[in-house]
């Protein structure tokens, strides 16, 4: 298997001509440099560089942003399952759980209980969970779902619990 691998030569002046391009792809293939079969040559002016080049950004930011909401979703799940774990872990504590998350999130959104010491305890922190976890589009990852027992039913309670202070 080969790696990719690409040259880009700087031309300034007049464009670049065609026996030119020829000589220098002859070049990097006789010299081992890439194989000939593999090699693809992109001639690209200035606008067309500036173009390819602002493309790749764009595909790079948004998989950075895939990537970062995924990340938000799943400290989001974590969070609210270790917090919660004894009223989730079993299936019929459930409005236990319903029950004191509507009592936490309630201080949450009021933001009482602020304890600047711990951060932790931090009931922003709770509410902005709830938040992501309840406009989320994804999917739970299943293993983040049994590893803290989130079902349909939590979330639904997330969800309803959001809507109530929108």
């Not at 700087?10 to 670049?16: E, I, S, T």
């Not at 079902?151 to 997330?158: C, D």
Request: proline share 4%; net charge negative.
């Amino acid at each position: 298997m080969h790696a990719n691998h690409s040259i880009v030569i700087l031309w300034a002046g007049n464009n670049c001509p065609d026996e030119v391009i020829e000589a220098i792809a002859n070049l990097i293939a006789t010299s081992g440099v890439a194989i000939p079969e593999l090699m693809t040559i992109q001639y690209k002016d200035q606008d067309g560089l500036a173009a390819l080049l602002t493309k790749e950004a764009i595909a790079t930011t948004q998989a950075k942003s895939e990537n970062l909401i995924e990340s938000a979703l799943e400290n989001a799940i974590k969070f609210i399952g270790i917090k919660y774990e004894n009223e989730l872990k079993v299936g019929n504590r459930v409005p236990l759980f319903a029950m004191k998350l509507q009592k936490d999130a309630s201080d949450a959104y009021s933001m009482r209980g602020f304890n600047i010491l711990n951060p932790e305890s931090d009931p922003r922190n709770l509410w902005k969970a709830i938040e992501i976890i309840a406009t989320a589009d994804g999917v739970i990852p299943p293993t983040l779902a049994k590893k803290y027992h989130f079902n349909n039913t939590v979330v639904s309670i997330i969800k309803h619990i959001y809507n109530e202070y929108q």
